[in-house]
């Protein structure tokens, strides 16, 4: 069965930084598309970004690029948020996916395209 399970959230103030981690277990990690999606209370969830098997190429939801970046290890069944510049706007919990398929097009985007996920972290940021 497979695990996903994040951690590496807190309490930042405006302008500071996180890293999330993602640990994926009980299944093949590298055949795995990953996704980062977060929800702030009150609102859907939405796509923060994704990184495809081999981490070759990444996707970033536009309001983000810049600040956030994704990466993966395959030999530690990882993937990263790196998340700089954070602000109030960013306060969610995060959450991350894996995709046996790589997606096409705009399911890159979308929550429903994803097959496994993780309990998420939060993440709060202060002004």
């Known amino acids: 069965q497979v695990q996903v399970v994040e951690s590496g959230g807190g309490s930042v103030q405006a302008g500071g930084s996180l890293r999330l981690s993602c640990v994926v277990s009980?299944?093949?990690?590298?055949?795995?598309?990953m996704g980062w999606f977060r929800q702030a209370p009150g609102k859907e969830r939405e796509f923060v970004g994704a990184i495809r098997r081999r981490g070759d190429s990444t996707y970033y939801a536009d309001s983000l690029k810049g600040r956030f970046t994704i990466d993966r290890d395959n030999a530690k069944n990882t993937v990263y948020l790196q998340m700089n510049s954070l602000n109030p706007e960013d306060t969610a919990t995060y959450y991350c996916a894996a995709d046996r398929n790589t997606p096409y097009g705009d399911d890159w985007y979308r929550p429903n395209e994803y097959d496994y996920w993780g309990q998420g972290t939060q993440v709060t940021v202060s002004s």
């Open positions: 009980g299944g093949t990690f590298s055949r795995y598309a």
